[in-house]
């Protein structure tokens, strides 16, 4: 017997584009989607909004400022300034993956409030483990985080919040497929949440305080992003696939190319190709750090959302394509690249770094000079970035060339499904059955090794090798645990082709292969249907509404647990100018989110502060010993873990400071890396530059993000100088702070410090956290 979700969307529409809906106004009430019954799409109080924004300002507007301005809590008296202003928006909704969602919900239960006060969804992606395959891995996952996974199914069923289950897929797809329309504003708690631009819909990632601030029913704040414009002329052809956009524009960008901005696609290149490929494009604006990305509302999109079953909703944002879903002409741009479509070639990024982009008719050439290993050991296709249909269809295409020259995999390959739909409909079309005959590995719908979940068992740690996989992050150690695994990125098509060529240096569009009786041939350029002609199958029901009376769920957290853990509230700043702090490390070269608060296996803590905190900034390189995870306590000399001396330090009443370069925080939305250092005693985050996401955690969390007003100054610091902070009692917007900085053998210097803390953000600082904040005005506590 079907489950009342999938008897709707298998009954609703069955073949792509029967979908038609008739009777339509702009007055008309349309559902967000078809699986809540309370909440509502509201293009006309949108549209209010535009125009008021419109006549203040004066001008045309982009596409990406009218879903923001759109969305003002008050649109009559914000001040809006591009890259100046802090606006408060109000989002539609959030979403929630299961590692991040912990700490969100562990925060909002602490505000005491009785249910979120905007739709809210929980998805199950992050806590399982690729070892074997899909169906044994996912049991082994269930059963070993049973305990959150129980407390997020009674805590959502608490609080209103709807909860997809382990097996259903990985959050942005599950979004994309059910909850993104043209728009729309919605933030999540993980930073690939713009991959619903791809729907036309503003999708911003954040941390989980920032979630609470939307469940609580306050206004969200978002510094007014610059709008980065990124012309697209032409149509692809050949092996060029919509990955190959991203990457390219990685590479002029660089990872901190987008920081403060929305990617904003526009010309006529834009409807060449499927909603599926701009949501790939925008899931990866986050490796340039942009704030997120954003195509409008075309015909891509209204064919994706018949075929999903949202007809009435594309019908319905049709009404409004012409004044909100659209720029208008002549809209101003901060800046403007072009992409000449016809002439883009594939790209394959990395190794280390997403933005070292290398066009494949130069990768043989760079990767020998390089000493890149050659061999590839292991292709990855799938995740969130790229498990569409189209993707799946076009990766087979090639491996059913190879096949009818007798080939397989060379590799090891993997196969990740981005959902249980996208499993469903590719094993009933027959995708699935040729990757496993290649000799592929079918894993979980999950995220498994693309954020490090995954127990690779064919090399050893410190084994120098190469990877490559159509993921979107190939930092350092992050896939696979090993620091020595060059990872690259580069789209389905030409993982599959590496795959079964097994070299690095192989490129389809003009080396050959032999085939099993040392006859040489070329491998076939792509094809793939972007959508499913017999419409997706759903599959296995995985969604869990949450019960229409909730006074008798009890939330399930067991008092013993090392997964889950209550907190505690912060204490508020007092008063006093911080002085004579250590340096708990100084910390060399690129510092990301996962060297800051690394994933894999620490996953299993996320909620859990006091154990998550063991693995505080324990990938991070010790500029004073050129070794991660061993630091100095200059009280005693001793060298310890980075963790250990940070608790030696707060045990003692002793605040300290990290000191960090470019960009730092970079990667994750992850607030653990905020909410730790603020446990283990931390006062100060100084560095050259922060992503936008880790500076705003670290905000929320009462800790002080300082930036070198002259980067030089990082320079001139040594890791056992002693750190005052000094006028933190006039604390003000644009007003600079005094760092002086105390030389083991030296006089005293001094240096200013920049911040971009609002007067609201202050009172964070000064009241210890955002959510104790939160608390005093809401609860007078």
């Given at each position: ?18 979908a ?6 702009r ?9 809540e ?8 109080q949108?549209v209010?909004?535009m125009n008021?924004?419109?006549?203040r ?13 759109s ?22 909704r ?14 909002f239960?602490?505000?005491?409030l009785p249910?979120?006060a905007?739709?809210?969804?929980v998805?199950?992606d ?9 169906e ?30 382990p ?77 190959d ?40 604006g ?12 075309n ?9 999903t079953?949202?007809g ?12 909100l ?10 800046e ?9 070639e ?7 770094t ?25 292709g ?17 295409s ?27 409909t ?8 040729t ?28 084994e120098?090798?190469?990877i ?19 990872a ?10 590496f ?11 003009t ?19 972007g ?52 340096i ?18 620490w ?29 100095k ?20 009443g002793i ?18 890396a ?16 922060f ?8 905000k ?9 007003k ?51 953000q ?12 939160i608390r ?6």
């Amino acid at each position: 017997m079907l489950s009342a979700r999938t008897s709707i969307l298998r009954n609703t529409f069955s073949k792509r584009g029967l979908a038609t809906v008739s009777n339509l106004t702009r007055d008309s009430k349309v559902n967000q989607n078809l699986l809540e019954d309370h909440s509502f799409i509201n293009y006309k109080q949108n549209v209010e909004n535009m125009n008021i924004v419109k006549k203040r300002l004066n001008r045309p507007l982009t596409y990406a400022e009218k879903i923001l301005y759109s969305h003002l809590d008050n649109p009559q008296e914000q001040d809006i300034q591009r890259g100046v202003s802090y606006l408060k928006l109000r989002p539609d909704r959030v979403a929630c993956q299961d590692a991040t969602a912990q700490m969100a919900i562990l925060q909002f239960m602490s505000a005491g409030l009785p249910e979120v006060a905007k739709p809210v969804t929980v998805h199950c992606d992050h806590l399982i483990q690729a070892q074997v395959g899909g169906e044994k891995d996912l049991k082994r996952a269930v059963d070993l985080n049973k305990e959150v996974f129980d407390f997020l199914a009674t805590a959502t069923a608490k609080y209103n919040m709807g909860f997809w289950k382990p097996g259903s897929g990985i959050i942005h797809q599950i979004v994309l497929e059910n909850y993104a329309f043209p728009g729309a504003l919605m933030i999540g708690t993980d930073s690939h949440t713009p991959n619903a631009g791809g729907l036309g819909q503003l999708a911003i990632g954040v941390g989980g305080a920032d979630a609470v601030d939307v469940m609580a029913d306050l206004p969200w704040e978002l510094k007014a992003p610059k709008i980065l414009g990124v012309k697209l002329t032409g149509r692809m052809n050949g092996w060029t696939s919509p990955k190959d956009i991203i990457l390219k524009l990685a590479g002029i960008t660089t990872v901190k190319g987008g920081t403060g901005k929305i990617v904003e696609y526009f010309g006529e290149g834009v409807d060449t190709f499927s909603a599926t490929g701009m949501g790939t494009i925008c899931n990866m604006g986050a490796e340039i750090g942009a704030t997120t990305s954003v195509f409008p509302y075309n015909q891509s999109m209204i064919d994706y959302l018949k075929a999903t079953r949202r007809g009435k909703i594309a019908d319905f944002a049709k009404l409004y394509q012409k004044d909100l879903l659209s720029a208008d002409p002549n809209c101003g741009y901060d800046e403007v690249i072009e992409l000449d479509l016809n002439t883009l070639e594939p790209y394959v990024n990395g190794p280390f770094t997403p933005d070292l982009a290398t066009p494949i008719s130069k990768m043989k050439d760079v990767a020998v000079a390089n000493g890149w290993p050659l061999d590839v050991r292991v292709g990855l296709i799938g995740s969130c970035t790229n498990s569409s249909y189209e993707d799946m269809s076009r990766a087979a295409s090639i491996i059913k060339d190879a096949a009818s020259h007798g080939l397989k995999a060379k590799t090891i390959f993997t196969v990740t499904p981005g959902s249980e739909q996208i499993r469903a409909t590719i094993e009933r079309d027959g995708q699935l059955e040729t990757f496993k005959e290649f000799g592929g590995i079918v894993l979980a719908n999950a995220c498994g090794p693309c954020i490090g979940q995954w127990d690779r068992q064919d090399i050893k740690k410190g084994e120098k090798n190469t990877i490559v996989s159509s993921y979107n992050r190939n930092f350092t150690s992050r896939n696979d645990g090993n620091p020595q695994t060059h990872a690259f990125v580069a789209s389905p098509e030409l993982v599959t082709a590496f795959a079964i060529a097994g070299d690095l240096r192989f490129n389809p569009i003009t080396d050959k292969l032999k085939d099993k009786a040392g006859n040489e041939f070329m491998l076939k350029p792509p094809f793939g249907n972007g959508l499913p002609e017999d419409g997706y199958d759903p599959g296995n029901n995985t969604y869990s509404a949450p019960p229409k009376t909730r006074d008798s769920v009890a939330v399930s957290i067991a008092p013993n647990s090392d997964r889950l853990q209550k907190l505690t509230a912060f204490e508020a700043w007092d008063g006093k100018d911080p002085k004579n702090m250590p340096i708990l490390i100084k910390s060399l070269g690129k510092t990301t989110t996962d060297h800051i608060s690394m994933a894999g296996p620490w996953l299993k803590y996320r909620g859990h502060l006091e154990n998550i905190s063991n693995n505080y900034m324990i990938g991070a390189i010790n500029a004073e010993n050129n070794k991660a995870n061993s630091v100095k306590n200059v009280y005693t000399g001793e060298y310890k873990g980075v963790p250990d001396t940070a608790r030696d330090y707060r045990d003692q009443g002793i605040k300290w400071v990290v000191i960090g370069g470019e960009n730092f925080g970079e990667g994750s939305s992850r607030e653990h890396a905020a909410l730790e250092p603020r446990f283990l005693g931390g006062c100060a985050i100084i560095t050259k530059s922060f992503a936008r996401i880790h500076e705003t955690n670290l905000k929320k969390q009462g800790l002080l993000p300082l930036n070198f007003k002259n980067p030089a100054d990082y320079d001139k610091i040594n890791p056992d100088d002693k750190i005052d902070l000094l006028g933190l009692d006039k604390l003000a917007p644009g007003v600079d702070i005094t760092m002086r900085v105390h030389p083991k053998n030296g006089k005293p210097w001094d240096a200013q410090l920049t911040h971009t803390y609002n007067s609201e953000q202050i009172d964070w600082f000064k009241e210890g956290s955002a959510l104790n904040k939160i608390r005093k005005d809401r609860l007078g506590a």
